[in-house]
């Protein structure tokens, strides 16, 4: 008011029945001559179902974050082209990277030694065919340029709406 501003603010209410509702509010102050505030002018809408929504989305992307963070093995998202979309902070350390942007967007084939590649390519069309794949031996190039032994086993899942592979990836060493 003291800015003579729009306002919008949610914020908790107890209804009539009891229950805890969420409001969105929106309004203005109406001033006098003198600029002392008259009234409030705006309107107040209940948003309990939306706000229900977003916490629960919230409480699940934190438990999901949770259960992907604290996984023994790296994981990794890579779309039918290799192109990596996702990985946890297993992976990153695992190829000894500092942080996802090094990863994403990237091929997995840049990771993989020429002679494997055609290893990743065979199993890419068995896991289209819907092939359960075992854990593979294989050799990947850190981010340093060093090579380790590790083993790989991907699952074919949905990820934002394309088929996709999910990857778990462990040391050997």
Known sequence: FRDKTNFEIEYRIIHADGKPRWVWE????????????????????????????EIAQEES?????NLIESSPEGLFVHNFSG???FTNE???????????????????LAFSLPEDAHLIKKRKISLLKGEDLGYLESRVKKQDGTVIEIETK??????QGEKAALVFVRDLA
């Open 26 to 53: 929106k309004g203005e102050g109406i001033y006098n001559k003198q600029g002392e505030v008259l009234f409030i002018e705006g309107f107040i809408t209940d948003v309990t179902e939306r706000k229900s929504f």
């Open 90 to 108: 297993k992976a990153i350390k695992l190829m000894g990277a500092g942080s996802q942007k090094e990863f994403i967007g990237k091929n997995v």
């Open 154 to 159: 991907p699952i074919l899942i949905d990820f």
């Open 61 to 65: 992307r934190r438990v999901y974050k």
């Open 83 to 85: 192109d990596i979309l």
